[in-house]
């Protein structure tokens, strides 16, 4: 079947759409300049895109980046010339509402088992030239309120030729950009632009939501020279302070929410990035921040409050940045924004623990820091935290818990510790990333908690009482006090662990307080030796302080055959 392609289009040279050559920026080729074989920058090099699974959700994003409302072809087979570059995508799979082709599903870069005749091509709506839609706008050379208006069309920033450009058109810019009205200024009182000039003879009536709504010449049309550009001046900012939570995710990381007008409401993703994150992120007392789209911890509800969010990074608070208005939007709730503020790394090193309200195996966690015992913020904790707490105290595992689960500490402790972030490996929660020490913004009510099982080996002091040298009840030294241990499955195994630890070579075990009962903790129960081991802390048990006994049960030895010198 044949089909017609404009001379020009290859007798000379492909012709080009395309945006600033940044990675994952496309362009059509072989065509004109709405249709063509896709082309995707990545690494530095341009390639082709292979047509296995190629639809019209995938050329709906392609024309969409490319600055069109969509596809109404997807082609395969090479239609607009073969490919002999390399590929860099293929098994394209794009729901159709992503904003960039490079953000679709798709094998990994560069893999594919495709040949030149492949290629995948679209062919675009054509937009009229004086189609109206909403476009982001921004000032340049001048402050926040005042300077050369740019407009962003077809994945570019350019001008506005100053051709009928009034106080009308000013104030539409200037209400997208949060105030409440402006003056229009020609003659690039701000300073010359460069690139394209997108707009001419713009006729507002100072109530459209977007300078793009305005009826004007047509985008792109006329070759005027940036000496006409047009500017503005803006007063009576709508902008101030707003509140901020991030929620889905964590304490430093969620999907970002701002408080307007009395409801909480999420931000839409457009043209969000590292400088808007680290303004959010500032302001929830981090020092910076990476930013992510396509509602990564879930999608609200309700209100998207913000749209085209564009800061400088210097901002103390979100609601000070350009954007397009309260409540004015053209986004879904899969599109809101989201960040990862960054942690700081405080000095690391071991410190000492214990469960306070509690018992020996679960209570409100508290560490040693300058001096002082403090408590740690429950924000972030979880049970990777938990184990490492435990682990260090000789158990196992453990479980965290939060809101003060066993009391709240005395208002006179300090707060050391919050956001803790463990791997669950560290062998001190000194070691664990945290907002740093005594860095919190919490109250005692939010104290962290533990509940631990499960021993780990760790070497204890051993002692006999009631008894004689080589004879008596068994007691062992943890975690600052003396406790027996339960009769519960001890063997002449155990015995002889105790008596070797003792400088004997032999043991015999009993039970039932055999040299009388001891007082304060149970230390251990179903201890469970092989016989070889050096300290009977290397052996298996329930977990320190674990048990199920009365003093009536403590276990005791008789060792035999002294070999100390």
Not at 82 to 103: I, K, P, Q
Not at 208 to 213: D, V
Not at 383 to 397: E, I, L, P, T
Not at 462 to 487: M, P
Request: with cysteine.
């Amino acid at each position: 079947m044949k089909f017609h392609i404009p001379t020009v289009a290859w007798i000379f040279l492909s012709i080009i759409k395309t945006s600033n050559a940044n990675h994952g920026t496309v362009r059509l080729v072989g065509g004109g300049s709405y249709y063509g074989r896709v082309e995707i920058y990545w690494r530095y090099q341009w390639g082709g895109v292979c047509d296995d699974y190629w639809d019209r959700q995938d050329a709906h994003v392609v024309c969409r980046q490319l600055g069109y409302s969509g596809a109404s072809r997807a082609y395969g087979s090479a239609r607009y010339g073969s490919n002999y570059r390399r590929y860099w995508l293929d098994n394209v799979h794009c729901r159709g509402y992503e904003s960039t082709l490079a953000s679709c599903a798709h094998n990994s870069w560069g893999s594919h088992n495709c040949a030149p005749s492949e290629a995948a091509s679209v062919v675009c709506y054509t937009l009229s030239v004086y189609t109206r839609r909403f476009v982001a706008v921004r000032l340049r050379g001048g402050q926040r309120h005042y300077g050369r208006v740019e407009v962003y069309w077809s994945g570019t920033w350019g001008t506005i030729y100053h051709r009928n450009w009034n106080n009308y058109a000013a104030t539409t810019v200037c209400r997208q950009l949060g105030y409440q009205a402006g003056y229009g200024y020609g003659y690039a009182r701000y300073g010359r632009g460069s690139g394209p000039v997108w707009m001419s003879s713009c006729r507002c009536s100072g109530r459209e939501r977007s300078i793009g709504y305005c009826g004007h010449y047509g985008w792109g049309r006329g070759s005027w020279s940036h000496a006409y550009d047009a500017s503005v001046y803006c007063y009576n900012s709508l902008r101030y302070p707003v509140s901020i939570r991030l929620r889905g995710g964590s304490t430093y990381y969620g999907r970002v929410e701002v408080y307007y007008g009395g409801t909480w409401g999420t931000i839409c993703d457009d043209l969000w990035n590292s400088n808007d994150a680290r303004v959010v992120c500032r302001m929830l007392n981090f020092p910076s921040g990476g930013a992510y789209g396509y509602a990564r911890y879930g999608r609200g509800t309700g209100q998207i409050w913000m749209d085209n969010v564009m800061c400088s990074g210097s901002e103390s608070n979100l609601g000070y940045c350009t954007h397009n208005g309260w409540g004015r939007h053209n986004c879904g709730h899969y599109e809101d924004a989201s960040v990862i503020c960054s942690i700081p790394t405080p000095p690391r090193y071991t410190v000492q623990t214990r469960l306070s309200s509690g018992n020996l195996y679960y209570g409100r966690v508290e560490v040693y820091y300058s001096g002082r015992w403090g408590t740690i913020c429950d924000n972030g904790w979880d049970s990777n935290d938990a184990r490492v707490v435990c682990r260090s105290m000789g158990y196992s595992y453990g479980t965290g818990y939060s809101y003060a689960r066993y009391g709240r500490a005395a208002s006179s402790y300090p707060i050391w510790m919050e956001n803790v972030s463990c791997f669950s490996s560290e062998r001190s929660i000194g070691y664990c990333r945290h907002r740093g020490w005594g860095s919190s913004y919490c109250g005692h009510n939010e104290d962290a908690s533990v509940y631990c099982r499960g021993s780990s080996s760790i070497s204890v002091p051993i002692r006999l009482s009631s008894g004689g040298l080589n004879y008596g009840r068994v007691e062992v030294y943890y975690r600052g006090s003396w406790g027996t241990i339960c009769d519960d499955g001890w063997d002449n195994n155990d015995a002889l662990v105790v008596c070797r630890q003792r400088g004997y070579s032999s043991g015999r075990a009993y039970s039932r307080a055999r040299y009388g009962r001891g007082s304060g903790y149970i230390m251990m129960s179903w201890v469970r030796c092989s016989g070889s081991e050096s300290n009977l802390g290397y052996c298996s048990h329930s977990g320190w302080g674990i048990h199920s006994c009365s003093h009536s049960e403590d276990a005791s030895v008789i060792c035999g055959r002294d070999f100390r010198n």
